[in-house]
């Protein structure tokens, strides 16, 4: 499978703290790779440095072969590649859905103020948003919000988008609108790298799951071996606290 995304030897220290300890992990395209694991392992701390507003201590980030780390690599041509879906959706307060998903296509990838709405108009439909493109995220659901914050990252046309935790400052009744929005993206061929706290959710549509705990992939495997066979304790002990 293509790789578009390998990760090698990374590290990642606060201080003296060692929050992510030689981390490996390839993503192919259209791979869908869900991130368990407890409060603390260093889930987020891995999606922030994929993404770089972390800077990795050491090791690699491999993108369509290159080093992205190595020194005078354009660092804002390759995140530029990446989406991003935040917990607390980060969308901007003082712009409508329509506008939240313009503004990053016409400022950072220059598109015309026509195209760009095309572009957003089309994911803003396929999340099922249309009807709300001139509300403010005060005036939406938490699970509106993430959808918008969704369309806004497609119309980046990003090769890979990465979700922290996207349903857990939701409302329980709001869970499911978003799981189904991703469901339908996984299906579609998006390369999407998880974090998340469904596990039905996790396994159902993920290619690879990988389990994290103190810093370390403590195992990966397919759906079926983490959930139904895990090889490690630590997994087993894990699992048998969340499901
Ligand atoms: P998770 O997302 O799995 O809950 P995090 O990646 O948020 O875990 O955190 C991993 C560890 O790194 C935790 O011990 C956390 O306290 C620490 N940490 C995260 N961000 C920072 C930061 N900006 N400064 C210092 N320590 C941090
Ligand atoms: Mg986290």
Do not use: W
């Not at 201590?57 to 991003?84: D, F, T």
């Not at 957003?120 to 699970?143: D, F, T, W």
């Amino acid at each position: 499978m293509e790789k578009v995304i390998e990760i090698r030897h990374l590290n990642k220290f606060f201080g003296a703290n060692e929050v992510l300890k030689d981390i490996n992990l390839s993503v192919g395209k259209g791979e869908v790779v869900s991130i368990i694991g407890s409060s603390g392992s260093g889930k987020s701390t891995l999606l922030r440095c994929i993404n770089l507003l972390e800077k990795p201590s050491g090791g690699e980030i491999v993108y369509n072969g290159q080093n992205i780390l190595a020194e005078k690599h354009n660092v804002s041509l390759y995140r530029r590649h990446l989406g991003m879906v935040f917990q607390q959706f980060n969308l901007f307060n003082n712009h409508n859905a329509l506008s939240n998903c313009v503004v990053g296509q016409v400022e950072v990838l220059k598109r015309s103020k026509d195209e760009a709405t095309e572009t957003a108009m089309k994911y803003l439909r396929n999340v099922g948003m249309e009807q709300y493109i001139h509300a403010k995220p005060k005036q939406l659901s938490g699970g509106q919000k993430q959808r918008v914050a969704i369309a806004r990252a497609l119309s980046m046309d990003p090769d890979v988008l990465l979700f922290d935790e996207p349903t857990s400052a939701l409302d329980p009744e709001m869970v499911g609108e978003v799981l189904k929005v991703m469901k339908d993206l996984a299906g579609s061929g998006l390369t999407m790298i998880i974090v998340t706290h469904e596990m039905e959710f996790a396994r159902e549509v993920s290619d690879r799951v990988v389990f994290m705990d103190q810093g370390v992939i403590a195992e990966e495997g397919t759906p079926e071996q983490i959930f139904n066979n895990p090889k490690q304790e630590r997994t087993r002990e894990f699992l048998k606290r969340t499901l």
